[in-house]
């Protein structure tokens, strides 16, 4: 506790000193590295610094209601800062196309709260008790200090929300509510987070999480159920790959689910996104095929086709799993 504390310290020391900072976050960016990023982003700002908000993939809806989404650059700027920060990232290779470049920026800091992944970067704040980045950032905001407003709230609100699966997974903490409060009393508007989170989207995101529930399977005895998204499933929607989002959780929701398995296909890869009610560690299954995450919310990219990453998954999965009780 006390050198994740002096870490935290060294890196508000580091952003103290820094008259500009580059703030990155993953390829594919979820709420947690979205809001993460730009609550960060405003904290550096209301401290006089000039900030650079980079994600590689930019800000897909629903995120794009995030105070300072309109600032976010895909790439990082000709003139390299001093400092870069990377959030929610298991490894560099997580910023894909920008991973050469920031790691040669001279201060490269990373905060993150995996437990898999490739470590990088001089100065580290890894926690994987932490329920979100965002919550790691909430106790970083304080310590440079500077007051929670609204905006800042709303970022790293957002973070903790979707991280922690709608304050569904293991990960709903004392800690991580307590934290959530706090971002509600300085301004998040829980109700309105939600709605803009949950409750935005497109008929073709309706219909393809349609298509996602109409064709789910099981493997393992159940224990594993699976669905897969081809390109076919998009053109008819009209959907496109960030419009996936949240379909993972509702095939988790079916009862006997141990894990949930959802395929895309996308070129000649399949993007495949695991959860685990508990029992089996899909963090685990995600590193085995190059990816990460964290034990009951996990992904990867593999070759395809389709049928062969699903033959993959479920055997990797099954092992995991065990035999049955
Ligand atoms: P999702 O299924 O929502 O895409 O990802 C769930 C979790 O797994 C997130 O914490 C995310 O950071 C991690 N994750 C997803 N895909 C990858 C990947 O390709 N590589 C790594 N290292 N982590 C991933
Ligand atoms: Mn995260």
Known sequence: ??????????????????????????????????????????????????????????????????????????RLPRDLPPLAIVVDCDGLARLGPLARRTGQ????????????????GALRWVD??????????????AALGVPFDREIATCLYT?????TGRFSYTNTTARALRIAARLVQAGADPGAIYQQVYETKSLAQAALLGAALSRLSTADEGRIVLSALTRADFAATGANDSDTE?????????RQAEVAVLLVER???VRCSMRSRGRADV?????????????????????????????????LIAAELGPRA
């Open 1 to 74: 506790v006390k050198s994740k504390r002096e870490t935290m310290e060294k890196i508000a020391a580091l952003i103290r000193r820094s008259a500009s900072a580059a703030v990155l976050c993953h390829m594919h960016p979820d709420g947690d590295a979205l809001g993460s990023m730009l609550g960060l982003a405003l904290a550096l700002e209301r401290l006089g610094k000039r900030v650079h908000r980079v994600s590689p993939d930019g800000v897909p809806p629903p995120y794009d209601f995030l105070p300072g989404s309109r600032a976010v650059r895909r």
């Open 105 to 120: 920026v001279a201060h490269v800091v990373a905060i993150d709260h995996h437990a898999t992944g490739k470590a990088f």
């Open 128 to 141: 994987p008790s932490a329920a979100a980045v965002g919550a790691l950032l909430s106790e970083l905001v």
């Open 159 to 163: 973070a903790i929300l979707t991280d």
């Open 246 to 254: 949240g379909i993972i959780d509702q095939i988790r929701a079916v």
């Open 267 to 269: 070129g000649g890869e």
């Open 283 to 315: 963090a685990r299954v995600a590193e085995a095929l190059g990816g990460g995450g964290h034990p009951q919310a996990a992904g990867c990219t593999v070759a395809g086709p389709l049928a062969r990453a699903r033959k993959q998954a479920i055997r």
